[in-house]
């Protein structure tokens, strides 16, 4: 009986919100004539309704995984950085920069210095964040947003300019990937290798919060950073190594949406998932296991958007109003939530 | 180029970023002052990003379909007071935290906007009008750079009366001492959360505003990529002026000024850097958060219950 409470306590206030979002949803459509129970029916069957949806939604929740840590482990160390769309940003960029600069190598070799180099720089834009709190006082929140607009604009100027093919003329791009160096698809399925990756960071997220020193200690400068410092933590360190953990999962992030779907780094690439990564997070409640489930949710909602789009000529915002309500909904309901007193 | 030339491209920059000053000032003035009022009340709203987008296609929605600009202007502020009262509201219940329901509503209000505006981008509504301080010169680049529109003068009026409001009146004591001090204020009577709701809105209201300047004055269009963080930024920008009004216009008119660069060095030729030059003002932010917020240095002025200083 205990357990069943105890798996049951945070869930209800998570469901309640779905659902509170969900009739506001349909409310907000039925307001302007559109009809209301058919268009949630539609998100249901476009994001799980059948093998291609379910293909759509998981491909979408790979990245939102990713993105989604570069919110909770920061989170577990006591900061809100919302800025995970600059690391994504950077991290594309990185991966498209590698494969010209290592051309003779085998290819898992090249792959691997993606993934590296695309986890470096976003570890260390997210990190900048982390060190301006910690050595300027900086509040992280508003410095996250800030280094996205930045990476964004750096990301435009380098496609645009010195990083573009020039046979790419009406959509800059980057020189495209050779095919080798592309990932391809899981066995037996028609997702891309992201999805595994953003699977296994999350488990191994959840293992190094909850199950390892260095975890324990980031939990107590997130619980009470002054107690932290008092009792001889160092605080400054362990806040950078959460944002560079996290800012690494982001830049990931943005090198498999190159090495697996675009196949170069253009504007295509940043389609918002490192924003939806901060709802999957606070919807998880920054628990690593959860952001699992809460990606296949989220990534549910943006997969129907086409179906929502073909069936009832809804606009494509429709999914971001959908994802907005959802947000505001899971915070306000997170009132009702009895135990675990943490404000973020 | 010859020494003559460069002198004048020189002037003839500073005068663009003058005018670009007096031009994309406004919404920075707007959002800021009424971040200024919420955050005086104790309670931070970072969802001003996401009201300044939504009042844009509000006040161009109205404005097309009255006819009138004001309206307009009307139904953008009623817009942002309704998502001002959303975040109060929200924020008074237990256990929810400011921040977090104002990123919420940066999205929630950005997908809003995109959705319900999604019929305007095509079709022109009637602007607001501008003022043409210029009027006297003969030079058409200097009547450009004084050509200035409506909001700025109300802008600046409202920045000098909340200076003086915050310090002299009952109001603004009160408003104070609600974000100074919530166990002082509710021992003198002032009933605490109905003052930081009312405060929030009035923000809420006021960045509204802002967002009727970008889509009925400059650029003076609805379409989605309008606000570029211009919302958060005016967040950032209350702080750089220790939450003081007439500092908030001030440093309204620099961000302005920094937005036009981009745009002037493209008019006299440099295109090299367009999109890093854009990047200016939010690299300005920074610069500006990190020169006035240093640890150990206490932050004169501000609030002794906003949880964004705290820790």
């Not at chain 1, 919100?17 to 249901?44: E, R, T």
């Not at chain 1, 989170?75 to 494969?99: D, K, N, T």
């Not at chain 1, 619980?223 to 690494?248: D, E, F, S, T």
Request: glycine share 14%; net charge positive; charged share 10%.
């Amino acid at each position: 009986m205990h357990a069943v409470r105890a798996f049951f306590m945070p869930v209800a206030p998570v469901t309640a919100a779905i659902a509170f979002a969900a009739a506001m949803f349909a409310l907000f459509l039925a307001l302007q004539g559109y009809p209301a129970l058919a268009a949630l029916g539609l998100v249901v069957e476009g994001a799980y309704g059948s093998v291609f949806a379910w293909q759509n939604t998981l491909s979408r929740a790979a990245p939102l995984m990713l993105t989604a840590l570069c919110v909770a482990l920061p989170a577990r160390a006591g900061l809100v950085i919302i800025g995970g769309e600059g690391a994504f940003a950077v991290g594309a960029l990185a991966a498209a920069v590698v494969p010209p600069a290592l051309s003779g190598l085998p290819a898992p070799a090249v792959q691997l210095a993606m993934a590296l180099a695309a986890c470096a720089v976003g570890g260390g834009w997210i990190a900048l964040s982390a060190w301006l709190r910690h050595a300027r006082g900086i509040n992280e929140t508003i410095s996250s947003l800030l280094l996205a607009y930045i990476a964004i604009a750096v990301f435009n100027f380098l496609v645009e300019g010195a990083l573009r093919d020039p046979a790419s003329l009406n959509k800059p791009s980057t020189l495209p990937l050779a095919d080798s160096l592309m990932l391809g698809a899981l066995p037996g399925l028609d997702v891309h290798w992201g999805l595994a990756w953003g699977v296994l960071c999350c488990v191994l997220a959840w293992c190094l919060t909850r199950r390892t020193v260095f975890g324990f200690a980031v939990g107590v400068v997130g619980g009470n950073p002054r107690a932290a410092a008092m009792a001889g933590l160092p605080v400054g360190r362990l806040i950078l190594a959460a944002c560079l953990l996290g800012g690494g999962a982001a830049g990931l992030a943005g090198m498999l949406e190159v090495a697996a779907v675009h196949g170069s780094a253009n504007a295509a690439v940043l389609a918002g998932y490192g924003y939806a990564g901060i709802l999957v997070s606070f919807a998880a409640r920054h628990n690593p296991l959860g952001i699992v489930a809460c990606a296949l949710l989220v990534g549910g909602i943006g997969a129907s958007g086409s179906l929502l789009q073909r069936r009832i000529d809804l606009p494509d915002a429709a999914t971001l109003v959908l994802q907005g309500a959802l947000f505001v909904a899971l915070l306000a309901f997170e009132t009702l939530n009895r135990k675990g007193g943490r404000r973020v | 180029m010859s020494e003559a030339g460069d002198g004048l491209a020189l002037g003839s920059l500073l005068l663009a970023l003058l005018g670009g000053a007096l031009r994309v000032s406004t919404p920075f003035l707007f959002v800021s002052l009424g971040e200024c009022i919420t955050e005086k009340s104790g309670r931070i709203n970072l969802g001003l990003e996401g009201i300044l987008v939504l009042g844009a296609m509000c006040g161009y929605g109205a404005s097309l379909l009255s006819g009138s600009p004001w309206l307009g202007v009307l139904a953008a502020g009623l817009s942002g007071l309704l998502m001002g009262l959303l975040h109060g509201l929200l924020c008074s219940l237990r256990k929810v935290n400011d921040i977090a329901v104002g990123i919420a509503l940066m999205l929630f209000g950005t997908g809003l906007a995109f959705f319900l505006g999604k019929p305007l981008i095509q079709p022109q509504a009637p602007m607001l009008p501008a003022l043409e301080l210029g009027a006297w010169s003969d030079n058409a680049q200097v009547q450009s750079a004084l050509r200035i529109n409506v909001l700025l003068p109300l802008g600046l009026a409202l920045a000098l009366a909340l200076r003086w409001g915050f310090s002299n009146s009952r109001w603004g004591l009160a408003l104070r001492l609600v974000g100074d001090n919530a166990a002082a204020a509710r021992a003198l009577g002032y009933a605490v959360v109905p003052m930081r709701v009312g405060a929030t809105a009035i923000g809420g209201f006021l960045a509204g505003i802002g967002g009727a300047f970008l889509s009925l004055h400059y650029p003076g269009s609805w379409n989605e990529g309008l606000s570029s963080g211009q919302g958060l930024m005016a967040v950032a920008l209350v702080i750089f002026a220790r939450w003081d009004p007439l500092r908030c216009a001030l440093a309204a008119l620099l961000f302005g000024a920094a937005g036009a660069l981009g745009p002037a060095l493209q008019s006299q030729g440099v295109t090299a850097g367009y999109y890093l030059f854009n990047a200016a003002p939010y690299v300005l932010t920074l610069a500006l958060m990190a020169a006035s917020w240093a640890p150990g240095r206490s932050l004169a002025g501000a609030p002794g219950e906003l949880s964004l200083t705290q820790r």
